[in-house]
């Protein structure tokens, strides 16, 4: 069994800033790739931004020069820090990660979210 905490989410004003957390834990020989998407009200599910196991990075268009996606192996923990906040940027945030557990199986787990508000 694998899971995927996240936390840090909370209410802020525009302009400010926010580090979210996912910890993974259970039976875990590595983690991948590690994902952080967002569903706003009303919207699609989409990728915010991704890392992969030697640092490699993507993020949307929408986020990118405000958003920083980064991991410690060590801790089994990847963070998202959050700069420049818009209103726009309100959703709940979802940790996706794909793991090699300690018995050589591919699992790809979910967090249950935590969620972001920018508002004044």
């Known amino acids: 069994q694998v899971q995927l905490v996240e936390t840090g989410g909370d209410l802020v004003q525009p302009g400010g800033s926010l580090r979210l957390s996912c910890a993974a834990s259970g039976s875990i020989f590595s983690i991948d790739v590690v994902g952080w998407y967002r569903q706003a009200p009303g919207k699609e599910r989409e990728l915010v931004a991704a890392i992969i196991t030697g640092g490699g990075t993507n993020y949307a268009d929408s986020v990118k020069g405000r958003f920083t996606i980064s991991r410690d192996n060590a801790k089994n923990t990847v963070y998202l820090q959050m700069n420049s906040l818009k209103p726009e940027d309100t959703a709940v945030y979802i940790c996706?990660?794909?793991?090699?557990?300690?018995?050589?199986?591919?699992?790809?787990?979910w967090g249950q979210g935590t969620l972001v508000t920018v508002s004044s």
């Open positions: 996706n990660a794909q793991v090699t557990t300690t018995g050589l199986r591919y699992r790809e787990v």
